[in-house]
């Protein structure tokens, strides 16, 4: 392919060469004017000597023509799995490849959405196309066919924000009368008060406008708690309790059609993180010793906690004429703390305190139906506790979780973790912990007791127990077999880590998910759910992973650190996964809670269809919903033209563009052609002008 150019390099500046031509022209003008004889000749010798001093030169280009690039954008989204989508995405994308090749001198450029970015940011086919086209110059782009169910979430709002001038055709898979059912969450609240309730709103949408009540199921950290009835198309509000600290998994599901597309956008699932409001804690100190303080100032440290603190000052036994209501600060009001109001406290802490007849064994009882029914009970013993009018021996000894046998330890010993303190949340990691003996300072007093249910986490003298914990019914109870912590407190010989061990112990009686010592967490990564099994067992069972789909796989744990073990497992699937081991379970969401890619999944002509028909481009579906066939329009190239398809064809823009392979340049006005017209000019002026004065003297 060869093109031929005219090409000028003056010699002189252009104001120059203009001021010159003005020069000539006058001269000229000045010879027609007075009628001189070979004025002609001299305007033409004249204008090729201007003509020389621009540099004039023939240029010849050999050009190669270049393809026209096409690009062809497959929609790899989430919703482009669904039935025979799939299918129809790889015939179609197979087809139309051997089509535009067919049309000749035609680059094909596939470009593939993102399916990761998709999860997040929905259906983003001209972000792919961008990123597709970011080498190729766009006057070379021939057309763009997009392969999608048609719900894209970046659409330009004009054609002129595309930045190209190529027809936009989109190829719709999916079929006509699709029907769809989904939850489309309006408010969800984020976080939570523990034991409070929070509400959700929501809404059912039936993409055929049915308005028969539909059932909705709710499950919080995969157990049912409600079934409420919801009409599509309304508001709903959805009450739920959260139930404990962190994470409360809330799934909301609506039974599918037996025709819909697809049953993964029936559920939501959020994660609502629950926090606890001030903790109100009730504190009853017996009979007042060195560590009262420590108790009080250990609460009153927290901003979190609300105490309420009653010190019994004196036994009612003791007789020495005042009576007891004079001596109390405060009325003691047990009917309300013990009875009506008890259930408003988070935590009951008992210390030093024995049966001295201020409370009525009726209270003890109602302490006790407090803790099964989910409260907490720490008891903190002195040496009455092994003595007859210690707790043991009123109603809390149902519940307390060691049995004292009447002596006591009195002489110099260092606490020590346990077996199963090693492994437990309370007690692994505490400073000093790790030296022999631990690098803590030595008491001098313990209840000598034998555990009766529950874990020792710290031992004391001879190995006997010295905190036990317990659970009983839904509640916890923890007893504390010394009264010396306070040894740790005031510094004594080095002093020891009651903080974090009495702060630790408050939260796993507050049931917090980080302190529980059997336990199964899932944590998810990306596409990578990471597995951690807490427990004081020696052994742990491999553990199920149920994906969205139903497909199980076992995964066996490899062990950590003490009353830990770990392992990993790759997640194919987005959607909610449950994990058990058989006697725990968790859930674990991978992606989106609720995917943007899945809120709409009805394919659709409609949202591409001005874009496309503005670009002179076409919409068009692709699919039946009988089987995976698809039907193309036939292909055709045209040159610039408004419109580039009809009712059974789609054609690309034939541009034309080529590359120089070589060039070649002939001076026009240097050499011997330039120096013979420019003398040829001069001498038929002289001889011309010659004549005529040859003629003039006969």
Excluded: C
Aim: net charge negative; no cysteine; glycine share 10%.
């Amino acid at each position: 392919m060869s093109e031929f150019n005219l090409s000028f390099a003056p010699l002189l500046p252009l104001p120059l060469l203009a001021g010159l031509a003005v020069i000539a022209l006058g001269l000229v003008g000045l010879g027609f004017y007075t009628r001189r004889r070979g004025t002609f000749l001299r305007a033409l010798g004249l204008a090729l000597l201007l003509l020389s001093m621009t540099g004039p030169s023939l240029v010849h280009e050999d050009r190669n023509p270049l393809k026209e690039v096409v690009a062809v954008v497959v929609d790899k989204s989430g919703s482009q799995t669904i039935g025979e989508r799939p299918a129809q995405t790889e015939k179609a994308r197979a087809a139309l490849e051997k089509n535009l090749n067919a049309l000749g001198n035609v680059e094909v450029r596939v470009i593939e959405s993102s399916r990761e970015e998709s999860e997040t940011e929905g259906t983003r086919l001209f972000a792919a196309l961008n990123a597709g086209l970011a080498d190729v110059p766009l006057d070379r782009l021939g057309g763009v066919f997009m392969i999608t169910d048609g719900v894209v979430d970046d659409i330009p709002r004009i054609a002129n924000a595309l930045g190209f001038k190529a027809p936009l055709h989109a190829l719709v898979t999916g079929h006509e009368g699709e029907r769809d059912r989904r939850i489309e969450l309006l408010e969800a609240p984020r976080f939570g008060i523990v034991g409070k309730d929070q509400t959700i709103e929501l809404r059912v949408s039936d993409t055929a406008n049915g308005s028969d009540p539909v059932a909705l199921k709710i499950r919080r950290d995969g157990n049912p708690i409600a079934t409420l009835d919801a009409t599509p198309g309304e508001r709903i509000r959805v009450p739920v309790r959260i139930e404990h600290g962190g994470q409360n998994i809330i799934e909301i599901e609506v039974e599918a059609l037996p025709d819909e597309l697809t049953a993964i956008n029936n559920k939501v699932v959020l994660s609502i993180d629950g926090v606890r409001d001030k903790l109100k804690v009730l504190l009853v100190s017996g009979e007042p010793h060195a560590g009262e303080r420590m108790w009080r100032n250990l609460l009153k440290s927290d901003a979190n906690v609300d105490l309420v603190h009653f010190t019994i000052l004196r036994p009612p036994e003791k007789q020495d004429g005042t009576p007891i209501n004079e001596l109390s600060l405060i009325a003691f009001p047990t009917s309300d703390l013990f009875g009506r109001k008890i259930k408003e406290f988070d935590l009951i802490v008992f210390d030093r305190y024995s049966n001295q007849s201020v409370l009525p064994l009726i209270y003890f009882d109602n302490i006790v139906r407090y803790v099964r029914e989910g409260g907490a009970l720490l008891l903190a013993a002195g040496p009455d506790f092994a003595k007859p009018e210690g707790l043991y021996f009123s109603p809390l000894g149902r519940i307390a979780p060691a049995r004292p046998d009447g002596t006591l330890t009195e002489h110099a010993f260092r606490a020590a973790i346990s077996g199963d303190g090693v492994k437990h949340p309370v007690t692994r990691g505490l400073p000093g912990a790790n030296q022999d003996p631990p690098a803590w300072s030595e008491w001098f007093r313990q209840v000598n007791a034998e555990v009766t249910h529950g874990s020792s986490i710290l031992s004391g003298a001879a190995g006997k127990p010295l905190l036990v914990l317990s659970r009983e019914g839904k509640g916890r109870v923890a007893l504390l077999l010394t009264d010396q912590m306070w040894l740790w407190a005031r510094g004594f010989e080095g002093g020891g880590p009651h903080l974090d061990l009495l702060r630790k112990l408050a939260h796993w009686l507050m049931k917090e998910p980080e302190l529980e010592e059997e336990a199964l967490r899932a944590n998810v990564r990306g596409h990578v759910i990471d597995i951690e099994r807490q427990s004081l067992k020696p052994e742990t069972p491999p553990v199920v992973v149920t994906s969205p789909s139903g497909a199980e796989e076992s995964v066996n744990l490899t062990p950590g650190e003490p009353g830990i073990s770990r392992a990993s497992v790759n997640a194919a699937e987005l959607g909610l996964y449950r994990l058990s081991d058989g006697t725990l379970s968790v859930l674990a969401n991978v992606g989106p809670e609720n995917p943007r890619e899945f809120q709409e999944v009805v394919s659709t002509p409609d949202k591409l269809k001005p874009l496309a028909e503005a670009t002179g481009g076409t919409v068009r579906r692709i699919g039946n919903a009988e089987n995976s066939d698809v039907e193309l329009p036939r292909l055709a190239a045209i040159g610039d033209s408004p419109i580039y398809g009809g009712a059974g064809y789609a054609a690309i823009k034939r541009i034309g563009a080529s590359e120089v392979k070589g060039v070649s340049a002939m001076p026009l006005a240097i050499g011997f052609l330039g120096l013979a017209a420019l003398l040829g000019s001069i001498i038929s002026a002289w001889v011309f002008e010659g004549r005529g004065g040859a003629r003039k003297n006969n």
